[in-house]
């Protein structure tokens, strides 16, 4: 899953250079361990819901390649009719990528409200980055869910830059972690899987046994910039990412544990990794091939199940449609 990830977002840096893909694009090459461990770790019936790097989660959540791909180009066969894009993807229990930032926060809080309102043994994963961490309406999350004893885990993913801004030059204290004061909070490696993993099973029990929220800041690293827009090497070193490649890649580093363990041969993972790059090979020809939704359905979509209705365009005489 984590080669997938990887190969999906490679593929999508080469969409985007060719013009094929426009608009907002933020890759989470890097942080594959994030998506892939989380999901080990809780059940399919469980909420996720993200910022706005946002497409290795769509994956792990179990749309496809395909879907994905299509949803980048602005095709009828994304995940989203084409309407979405890189920010806006969304599957069963998974609210999307936000574009707003830190916005999702709250609405993540109100997702695990449903849970415990509903009596559902379910729990809701509430993810925001570093650069949002310093805001506002994620402390009044906090305080919510702990004064209610929410099922909501606050995942910070620090990838130790927000957009250009090192940690070190935004936040008075880096320890995310320690953030929810009257939260018990921990933090996790992000760049082992399985730590990743382990940490959310224990998140998610603690959150099952009704005793509220909880705080998980992972340690992860981007390789590529903040967005597409962004080089991503003003503000660190080429020398930086190259180490962080070379000695902590969480496709590495399982790699080597799974080789070391006897789990697996250096042969099995070279088929898996050849399987992967097919699979992402013909999700971009049908993602390049696919037709462009028509303008007709542009007002398409804005409840699951109300009667058609009519939507006024970009003036009073232009109307469009709306179909559940």
Same mark, same amino acid.
């Given at each position: 899953?984590?080669?997938?990830? /990887?190969?999906?977002?490679?593929?999508?840096?080469?969409?985007?250079?060719?013009?094929?893909?426009?608009?907002?694009? *933020?890759?989470?090459?890097?942080?594959?361990?994030?998506?892939?461990?989380?999901?080990?770790?809780?059940?399919?019936?469980?909420? +996720?819901? !993200? @910022?706005?790097?946002?497409?290795?989660?769509?994956? !792990?959540?179990? +749309?496809?390649?395909?879907?994905?791909? #299509?949803?980048?180009?602005?095709?009828?066969?994304?995940?989203?009719? %084409?309407?979405?894009?890189?920010?806006?993807?969304? @599957?069963?229990?998974?609210?999307?990528?936000?574009?707003?930032?830190?916005?999702?926060?709250?609405?993540?809080?109100?997702?695990?409200? @449903?849970?415990?309102?509903?009596?559902?043994?379910?729990?809701?994963?509430? +993810?925001?980055?570093?650069?949002?961490?310093?805001?506002?309406?994620?402390?009044?999350?906090?305080?919510?869910?702990?004064?209610?004893? +929410?099922?909501?885990?606050?995942?910070?993913?620090?990838?130790?830059?927000?957009?250009?801004?090192?940690? =070190?030059? @935004?936040?008075?204290?880096?320890?995310?972690?320690? /953030?929810?004061?009257?939260?018990?909070?921990? /933090?996790?490696?992000?760049?082992?899987?399985?730590?990743?993993?382990?940490?959310?099973?224990?998140?998610? #029990? *603690?959150? /099952?046994?009704?005793?509220?929220?909880?705080?998980?800041?992972?340690?992860?690293?981007?390789? *590529?910039?903040?967005?597409?827009?962004?080089?991503?090497?003003?503000?660190?070193?080429?020398?930086?990412?190259?180490?962080?490649?070379?000695?902590?890649?969480?496709?590495?580093?399982?790699?080597?544990?799974?080789?070391?363990?006897?789990?697996?041969?250096?042969?099995?993972?070279?088929?898996?990794?050849?399987?992967?790059?097919? =699979?992402? =090979?013909?999700?971009?020809?049908?993602? !390049?091939?696919?037709?462009?939704?028509?303008?007709?359905?542009? %007002?398409? *979509?804005?409840?699951?199940? =109300?009667?058609?209705?009519?939507?006024?365009?970009?003036?009073?005489?232009?109307?469009?449609?709306?179909?559940?």
């Amino acid at each position: 899953m984590m080669q997938t990830v /990887r190969r999906m977002e490679l593929k999508a840096d080469q969409l985007y250079k060719q013009k094929i893909i426009r608009g907002f694009c *933020h890759l989470c090459d890097g942080q594959e361990a994030c998506c892939v461990g989380m999901e080990a770790g809780i059940n399919p019936t469980d909420h +996720l819901i !993200t @910022a706005y790097r946002a497409h290795g989660f769509t994956f !792990t959540r179990g +749309l496809s390649v395909r879907e994905i791909l #299509a949803e980048l180009t602005g095709r009828r066969g994304g995940c989203a009719k %084409g309407k979405g894009g890189s920010m806006h993807m969304y @599957a069963k229990n998974f609210y999307g990528g936000n574009g707003i930032v830190g916005a999702q926060v709250p609405l993540g809080a109100g997702i695990a409200l @449903a849970c415990k309102y509903n009596g559902k043994d379910e729990v809701c994963l509430t +993810l925001y980055g570093d650069g949002a961490a310093n805001q506002g309406q994620i402390f009044e999350a906090y305080n919510m869910a702990a004064l209610w004893k +929410l099922p909501c885990i606050f995942i910070c993913e620090n990838n130790r830059y927000g957009m250009g801004t090192s940690v =070190e030059r @935004a936040a008075a204290s880096t320890d995310y972690y320690k /953030r929810g004061d009257f939260i018990p909070g921990m /933090r996790v490696d992000g760049m082992d899987v399985l730590c990743v993993r382990e940490a959310t099973k224990f998140a998610a #029990a *603690h959150c /099952r046994a009704g005793k509220g929220p909880i705080l998980m800041e992972l340690q992860t690293y981007r390789y *590529h910039g903040h967005s597409m827009s962004d080089p991503g090497v003003s503000y660190r070193t080429r020398e930086e990412i190259q180490e962080v490649r070379s000695k902590s890649d969480p496709i590495m580093l399982l790699k080597d544990r799974m080789v070391n363990s006897n789990l697996a041969s250096v042969e099995e993972l070279k088929e898996i990794d050849v399987e992967v790059r097919k =699979e992402i =090979e013909d999700a971009a020809q049908f993602a !390049t091939a696919d037709p462009e939704p028509p303008l007709e359905e542009l %007002g398409y *979509h804005i409840y699951s199940n =109300e009667p058609p209705f009519e939507v006024r365009g970009a003036n009073q005489w232009i109307k469009f449609k709306s179909i559940s």
